[in-house]
């Protein structure tokens, strides 16, 4: 009788992809071209993120416009024809700062602009949480309060024309000729002889700049002196009006 033998498993191509192994099977060298394909094929996709994330990233951070590129770059002729500060105040009596600016060149000033400086001081006492007090508390700044949408309760209203810039404020374009008028109401909070400085500008990107019809800049000083205490007052029962003065006593 011959010897029966087995005839090898046949592997039909539709339903097996892998590759044929004669002799002892492979086994590393299977798993090698496996993740060796992966490797590649993270590679690749890596590679492809990367190339995709730079352009978003130039996209958002060099391909918008410059701050500054509709603003007319130049100098205008500017003047403060009014600035005024009582120059005696005392604590937690309301006191009004005023300037108006008036644009006196040729050209419409983009969007004029104040920055008041020393409104506030530095403390260095200890372990503050911020060291910036305020010498005068700001209740309500240049420009129009803007109204709500919905019935709500105004603190402290800055006015419409508060810039994200530091102590500055804007009230739009100004033509030739033509007066804008600045006013802070604001409440002293701390004693003592304070000057507060004021700077005006033509514009918020740094291209148009204020000047003088001498060409220098537009700005000034205002100097105040705070009493400790503030002032006697007291309410007159037959009016309802506050008036100056000690409340009479009843003998």
């Not at 099977?25 to 590649?40: A, D």
Request: charged residues 15%.
């Amino acid at each position: 009788m011959g010897t029966l033998r087995h005839a090898p498993p046949v592997r039909h191509p539709l339903l097996y992809r892998g590759p044929i192994v004669r002799g002892r099977p492979r086994v590393f060298s299977l798993v090698s071209r496996r993740y060796g394909g992966v490797r590649r094929v993270r590679g690749a996709l890596s590679a492809t993120l990367g190339v995709l994330l730079a352009a978003l990233l130039a996209s958002g951070c060099g391909g918008g416009a410059r701050q500054d590129s509709h603003e007319p770059a130049g100098a205008f002729t500017m003047q403060v024809v009014h600035a005024s500060f009582p120059a005696s105040q005392s604590i937690a009596r309301p006191a009004r700062l005023e300037l108006q600016v008036r644009n006196t060149g040729p050209r419409t000033a983009p969007n004029v602009a104040v920055t008041l400086d020393s409104f506030y001081y530095t403390e260095n006492y200890p372990e503050l949480a911020v060291n910036k007090r305020p010498v005068w508390v700001i209740e309500r700044g240049p420009g129009a309060i803007a109204k709500p949408p919905v019935e709500s309760q105004v603190v402290s209203p800055p006015g419409g024309g508060q810039t994200a810039y530091v102590n500055t404020w804007a009230l739009g374009p100004l033509a030739p000729g033509s007066t804008r008028t600045f006013l802070w109401r604001v409440t002293p909070v701390k004693a003592g002889l304070h000057t507060v400085h004021f700077t005006v500008a033509a514009g918020l990107a740094g291209k148009a700049k204020a000047e003088l019809a001498s060409g220098g800049p537009v700005q000034g000083q205002l100097t105040a002196s705070i009493a400790p205490a503030p002032p006697a007052m007291h309410v007159d029962p037959s009016t309802g009006q506050i008036v100056s003065g000690a409340y009479p006593l009843i003998p």
